[in-house]
């Protein structure tokens, strides 16, 4: 999930970022945002490595449905193809 898409998740237009960035700023001064930003990075790796995990276990869990459909699918075409 790319900046923009996570500023589009949360509904926010341009002023209230600016509104938010501002207190931050306030809140914790020049020094301490880097912090804050590889922190809210990391957090964010992570629940992108987290969602990719579960993806791949559903897609790996149902890859031998997947095939087995597949083949009946097959055994219904040669079947058509006799008659």
């Known amino acids: ?3 923009d898409q996570f500023i589009l998740f949360l509904n926010l237009g341009g002023g209230e970022i600016v509104i938010i960035l501002f207190v931050i700023l306030l809140l914790f001064g020049g020094k301490g945002i880097p912090g804050i930003a590889k ?3 990391k957090g964010i790796r992570e ?3 987290a969602t990719n995990g579960i993806q791949k276990d559903i ?9 087995q459909i597949n083949e ?3 055994e219904v075409k040669k079947e058509i193809e006799k008659e």
Do not use: H, V, W, Y
Not at 59 to 67: F, K, L, M
């Open 1 to 3: 999930m790319g900046t």
């Open 39 to 41: 922190t809210l990075g």
């Open 47 to 49: 629940f992108k490595d």
């Open 59 to 67: 897609q790996n869990s149902t890859g031998g449905i997947t095939e």
């Open 72 to 74: 009946q699918i097959q």
